[in-house]
């Protein structure tokens, strides 16, 4: 069983047997030789990349890595596995965090501006309009990946134990998505915008006994106006975003801490 | 036997025996054997570097292409002004809404804009302490598989129908005839 295990191993993967050679043997490409300046030494912790270990410790100790554990299962790479929509998402994230930073510097929040600020962005801010289609293209493919995400984690049974806190996170992240999606809806503040968001704020009227009040707190008043557009863009631009990325360090930190839990299963994976 | 406690070493009473090469030197009841139960080995396990970065870059890349290909050919909508005093009809929900907007146009707002989002909220939130069990093939946890894949698949209805079946006064369309979908 194990023996066969190996010779698949062996015959499948020469490449990493090669990387691991190579490394063994010199540890001389340019990224070695670069390492092994004194300037290297000086940033990297752990310079030396001779054996398996030293390559495990150079991870351990890289900042940008940290994010990763050092080791996954093998299983974990294959694309029918997650189909990477956990990165899928981070990278959209990513993607409207630089479009959305770019876009606030021609944008006021105010119902005398927004709409002329829009306007300008299309037609006379460099890359203005290229920059706004990826901020909405993002979002809407963000609100897909981020559903998917969810979807293929149930499928794979990946919330359990040990990872239901995980889940739990993860649904809070969903609906952060939908919540930053709804409230950057609003400010073009055009008619689409304007109707949306009068829809969708009129469901937060329809809660018990405190409708009017959570949509009093919502809209900044009984009706879509200008501190709604205000409230809106204070949601879309800080608080949610800050909620967004505390959690989802949270989220990647106990994927991390989780990644190498699997043995308690009593059926396997495959 | 039957007395003895969950997870006490059972003494074999007779000299160690072979099995699998490993000396059986007692049982605990409840857990089991040592040749079954799976034990991450060295091979199962690969390094991140550069096994799993190299996917997730290819991943990363392949996304951002895909979003620089829809923005190149397609521009995000702006419409007129906003006007408070011109109501558009059909008045439209973002499209990840529209399921909850089609469930209002049916039933109670209480129902629909209360109760149903919220149970499917802590529904989700409660799934893992919920579904236990130890098992992670679909076909070990069909309870939940089922009932996840009905809601999944009504909401998904729902969302196509509020979003690109509805037209004038929330009436039937067809897409095909009348487009009234808004992204």
């Given at each position: 069983?194990?023996?066969?295990k190996?010779d698949?191993?062996?015959?499948t993967?020469?490449?990493?047997q090669g990387?691991e050679?190579?490394i063994?043997?010199?540890?001389d490409?340019?990224?070695g030789?670069?390492?092994?300046?004194?300037?290297?030494?000086?940033?990297?912790?752990s310079p030396?990349?001779?054996?398996p270990r030293?390559?495990a410790?150079?991870h351990?100790?890289n900042f940008?890595?940290h994010?990763?554990?050092?080791?996954?299962r093998?299983?974990e790479?294959?694309?029918?596995?997650?189909?990477?929509l956990?990165?899928v998402?981070?990278?959209l994230l990513?993607?409207?965090v630089?479009s959305?930073?770019?876009?606030?510097f021609?944008?006021?929040?105010?119902?005398?501006n927004a709409?002329?600020?829009i306007?300008?962005?299309?037609t006379?801010v460099p890359?203005?309009q290229?920059?706004?289609?990826v901020?909405r293209w993002?979002a809407?493919?963000m609100v897909?990946s981020?559903?998917?995400h969810?979807g293929?984690?149930?499928?794979r049974g990946a919330?359990?134990?040990?990872r239901e806190?995980?889940w739990?996170i993860?649904?809070?992240?969903?609906?952060?998505t939908?919540l930053?999606s709804?409230?950057g809806?609003?400010?073009?503040?055009?008619?689409?915008?304007?109707?949306?968001v009068?829809?969708?704020s009129e469901m937060?009227?329809?809660v018990?006994?405190?409708g009017?009040q959570?949509?009093?707190v919502?809209l900044g008043?009984?009706?879509?106006?200008?501190?709604?557009?205000?409230?809106f863009y204070v949601?879309?631009?800080?608080?949610?975003?800050?909620?967004?990325?505390?959690?989802?360090?949270?989220h990647l930190?106990?994927?991390?801490k989780?990644?190498?839990?699997?043995?308690?299963m009593?059926?396997?994976?495959? | 036997?039957?007395?003895?406690e969950?997870?006490t070493?059972?003494?074999l009473?007779?000299a160690?025996?072979?099995?699998?090469?490993?000396?059986?030197?007692?049982?605990?009841?409840?857990?089991p054997?040592?040749?079954?139960?799976?034990?991450?080995?060295r091979?199962d396990?690969?390094m991140v570097?550069?096994?799993?970065?190299v996917?997730?870059?290819?991943?990363?890349?392949a996304?951002?292409?895909?979003v620089?290909?829809?923005?190149v050919?397609f521009?995000?909508?702006?419409?007129?002004i906003a006007?408070?005093q011109?109501t558009?009809?059909p008045?439209?929900a973002?499209?990840?809404f529209?399921?909850?907007?089609?469930l209002?146009?049916r039933?109670?707002?209480l129902?629909a804009?209360?109760l149903?989002p919220g149970?499917i909220v802590i529904?989700?939130?409660a799934?893992?302490?919920?579904d236990?069990?130890?098992?992670?093939k679909?076909?070990?946890?069909k309870?939940a598989?089922?009932?996840?894949?009905?809601f999944m698949?009504i909401?998904?209805?729902?969302?196509?129908v509020?979003?690109?079946?509805r037209g004038?006064?929330?009436g039937w369309v067809?897409p095909?005839?009348?487009w009234?979908?808004e992204l």
């Amino acid at each position: 069983m194990s023996l066969t295990k190996n010779d698949r191993d062996e015959a499948t993967e020469p490449v990493d047997q090669g990387v691991e050679e190579h490394i063994e043997g010199r540890g001389d490409d340019l990224l070695g030789r670069l390492r092994d300046t004194a300037v290297g030494k000086s940033i990297f912790r752990s310079p030396r990349r001779v054996t398996p270990r030293d390559r495990a410790a150079g991870h351990w100790s890289n900042f940008l890595l940290h994010i990763y554990p050092v080791k996954i299962r093998r299983k974990e790479l294959a694309f029918r596995y997650s189909w990477y929509l956990g990165v899928v998402s981070t990278v959209l994230l990513g993607s409207l965090v630089a479009s959305g930073v770019y876009l606030m510097f021609f944008y006021v929040p105010s119902p005398a501006n927004a709409y002329t600020n829009i306007q300008t962005i299309q037609t006379d801010v460099p890359f203005g309009q290229y920059v706004r289609n990826v901020h909405r293209w993002s979002a809407h493919l963000m609100v897909l990946s981020v559903a998917a995400h969810m979807g293929r984690v149930f499928y794979r049974g990946a919330y359990k134990k040990p990872r239901e806190f995980n889940w739990v996170i993860g649904v809070v992240l969903l609906l952060l998505t939908l919540l930053l999606s709804f409230t950057g809806y609003l400010l073009p503040w055009d008619q689409l915008s304007f109707w949306a968001v009068t829809v969708g704020s009129e469901m937060a009227g329809y809660v018990p006994f405190i409708g009017d009040q959570v949509k009093e707190v919502l809209l900044g008043g009984p009706t879509v106006d200008s501190s709604t557009l205000l409230r809106f863009y204070v949601l879309h631009v800080a608080v949610l975003p800050a909620m967004m990325i505390f959690l989802l360090m949270i989220h990647l930190w106990r994927w991390r801490k989780d990644s190498m839990f699997d043995l308690e299963m009593e059926d396997g994976d495959e | 036997m039957s007395d003895v406690e969950q997870g006490t070493p059972v003494e074999l009473g007779r000299a160690p025996q072979n099995v699998e090469g490993k000396r059986v030197l007692g049982v605990v009841p409840g857990k089991p054997a040592a040749g079954e139960r799976k034990v991450i080995t060295r091979d199962d396990t690969v390094m991140v570097w550069p096994h799993l970065l190299v996917r997730h870059a290819v991943a990363a890349m392949a996304t951002l292409v895909v979003v620089m290909v829809i923005s190149v050919f397609f521009d995000a909508p702006l419409r007129d002004i906003a006007n408070p005093q011109v109501t558009p009809n059909p008045e439209k929900a973002p499209w990840y809404f529209a399921a909850l907007q089609e469930l209002l146009s049916r039933f109670h707002p209480l129902v629909a804009g209360v109760l149903v989002p919220g149970a499917i909220v802590i529904g989700l939130i409660a799934l893992p302490f919920i579904d236990r069990s130890r098992f992670i093939k679909p076909r070990h946890r069909k309870v939940a598989v089922t009932t996840f894949t009905t809601f999944m698949v009504i909401w998904i209805i729902l969302t196509f129908v509020g979003f690109m079946f509805r037209g004038p006064n929330w009436g039937w369309v067809w897409p095909w005839q009348e487009w009234h979908g808004e992204l």
